[in-house]
């Protein structure tokens, strides 16, 4: 067994924090503040690959794995979740499915200019009626003349109203249920598709999330992203990846507000001492990073199995469970050493706590998780 990074790695690794750390640190609130999509940020990061950072380089993008994704994810995440989430979905949804899932028109024409940064990319699965019952899906595409056209509205979208390219569901076989579900990829400004209501968010709000309304939406036959039908179950193996990344955004934001917490804590005197030296908050402190280490190796795991072709349902849904919920935890214990400064926006475990919450809920509750995991131990009996 391994437990070290690679020099390649390593170097990776640095490289996201120098960027996290020294461009966008800075406009961390701005953005937040604003609800400011961070266009400027994004294009720097794709400027060092990180828009494409799982794709082949005939794709244009940096021709790494899931290990150096999560690292990736990981790091932007340590300083502004918001920026972590956006690589994340533009990366392991949007891009990936049109990876696995298109063909190599649809390849050459959506995943190069996607991989390289020059669009960004949105992926709508989520409906007002449909959540983690996402075979409730009410969008529908009907074959027309050698056009799809779809009629509906998601909600939920990250990137719903910046992105450029965005992965829709549409039910084309009524009469099949959850296998009636099939996938496209649609252009923005294509007549009858546009953003809907951008939402007001708790917490990562300088990342884009937004309803997409479909009325009359005409798209040509060769849009339909892998078999008719089959959507569903793609969206199913795109979520497999998407949760490893989803775990690396909790374990960053974990990782961040750790290291503020503890950083104020050898600073900040009560009783005439640091209050780090008082059992109370070193036992925080101590919990605090034990769990976020697990976490750690969870989704290392993972990522590990992924870039060597195993199957990572479980591993992948593990990881985002104990991630997402330590990550509540360690958000929560940070803001209690900071006491009272931890409640203003003038220290970073205010957002911290704001930003984790979505973890527990995004691709996936924490409930659907404990019940993907249950179902593959049960496959083994």
Same mark, same amino acid.
């Given at each position: 067994?391994?437990? =070290?990074?690679?020099?390649?790695?390593?170097?990776?690794?640095?490289?996201?924090?120098?960027?996290?750390?020294?461009?966008?640190?800075?406009?961390?609130?701005?953005?937040?503040?604003?609800?400011?999509?961070?266009?400027?940020?994004?294009?720097? +990061? #794709?400027?060092?690959?990180? *828009?494409?950072?799982?794709?082949?380089?005939?794709?244009?993008?940096?021709?790494?794995?899931?290990? =150096?994704?999560?690292?990736?994810?990981?790091?932007?995440?340590?300083?502004?979740?918001?920026?972590?989430?956006?690589?994340?979905?533009? &990366?392991?949804?949007?891009? &990936?499915?049109?990876?696995?899932?298109?063909? =190599?028109?649809? /390849?050459?024409?959506?995943?190069?200019?996607? #991989?390289?940064?020059?669009?960004?990319?949105?992926?709508?699965?989520?409906?007002?009626?449909?959540?983690?019952?996402?075979?409730?899906?009410?969008?529908?595409?009907?074959?027309?003349? $050698?056009?799809?056209?779809?009629? !509906?509205?998601?909600?939920?979208?990250?990137?719903?109203?910046?992105?450029?390219?965005?992965?829709?569901?549409?039910?084309?076989?009524?009469?099949?249920?959850?296998?009636?579900?099939?996938?496209?990829?649609?252009?923005? $400004?294509?007549?009858?598709?546009?953003?809907?209501?951008?939402?007001? /968010?708790?917490?990562?709000? +300088?990342?884009?999330?937004?309803?997409?309304?479909?009325?009359?939406?005409?798209?040509?036959?060769?849009?339909?992203?892998?078999?008719?039908?089959?959507?569903?179950?793609?969206?199913?193996?795109?979520? @497999?990846?998407?949760?490893? %990344?989803?775990?690396?955004?909790?374990?960053?934001?974990?990782?961040?507000?750790?290291?503020?917490?503890?950083?104020?804590?050898?600073?900040?005197?009560?009783?005439?001492?640091?209050? %780090?030296?008082?059992?109370?908050?070193?036992?925080?402190?101590?919990?605090?990073?034990?769990?976020? @280490?697990?976490?750690?190796?969870?989704?290392?795991?993972?990522?590990?199995?992924?870039? &060597?072709? /195993?199957?990572?349902?479980? =591993?992948?849904?593990?990881?985002?469970?104990?991630?997402?919920?330590?990550?509540?935890?360690?958000?929560?214990? +940070?803001?209690?050493?900071? $006491? !009272?400064?931890?409640?203003?926006? @003038?220290?970073?475990?205010?957002?911290?706590?704001?930003?984790?919450?979505?973890?527990?809920?995004?691709?996936?509750?924490?409930?659907?998780?404990? *019940?993907?995991?249950?179902?593959?131990?049960? /496959?083994?009996?």
């Amino acid at each position: 067994m391994q437990f =070290e990074f690679s020099e390649d790695q390593n170097l990776l690794r640095n490289t996201v924090r120098e960027f996290a750390e020294g461009e966008i640190a800075p406009d961390v609130m701005k953005y937040d503040e604003a609800q400011e999509f961070p266009r400027k940020i994004m294009e720097q +990061a #794709a400027e060092l690959g990180l *828009l494409g950072i799982i794709f082949p380089e005939e794709y244009g993008g940096s021709g790494l794995g899931y290990m =150096e994704y999560a690292l990736t994810v990981e790091e932007l995440s340590r300083v502004d979740g918001s920026v972590g989430i956006s690589v994340a979905a533009h &990366n392991g949804l949007c891009s &990936n499915h049109i990876y696995i899932a298109g063909s =190599e028109e649809l /390849k050459q024409k959506f995943l190069v200019p996607l #991989a390289t940064g020059k669009w960004i990319g949105g992926w709508s699965l989520t409906e007002p009626t449909a959540g983690s019952d996402a075979g409730g899906t009410k969008t529908t595409a009907r074959l027309d003349d $050698g056009q799809w056209v779809l009629n !509906g509205a998601k909600t939920f979208t990250t990137h719903g109203s910046v992105g450029d390219v965005v992965v829709v569901f549409g039910v084309t076989d009524p009469d099949k249920g959850k296998k009636g579900i099939s996938a496209f990829v649609v252009q923005q $400004g294509t007549p009858g598709f546009r953003p809907g209501k951008k939402e007001n /968010k708790m917490g990562l709000r +300088a990342s884009d999330t937004a309803e997409v309304v479909m009325e009359d939406c005409r798209i040509p036959e060769d849009q339909l992203l892998g078999e008719r039908g089959a959507g569903f179950i793609d969206a199913m193996r795109i979520l @497999d990846g998407g949760r490893i %990344s989803i775990a690396a955004l909790a374990l960053g934001m974990a990782r961040g507000a750790y290291e503020a917490a503890l950083r104020y804590a050898k600073e900040r005197e009560q009783f005439g001492r640091a209050i %780090s030296t008082f059992q109370a908050i070193q036992f925080m402190l101590a919990d605090m990073k034990t769990k976020i @280490d697990a976490a750690a190796l969870l989704i290392y795991r993972a990522a590990w199995m992924k870039d &060597n072709g /195993k199957t990572v349902t479980k =591993e992948a849904a593990m990881a985002k469970l104990y991630a997402s919920e330590i990550g509540v935890e360690v958000a929560d214990k +940070a803001l209690q050493i900071f $006491g !009272g400064y931890g409640y203003v926006k @003038d220290f970073p475990v205010e957002k911290f706590y704001r930003d984790m919450k979505l973890c527990t809920i995004g691709e996936g509750t924490s409930e659907i998780q404990r *019940l993907v995991i249950a179902r593959e131990l049960l /496959k083994s009996l």
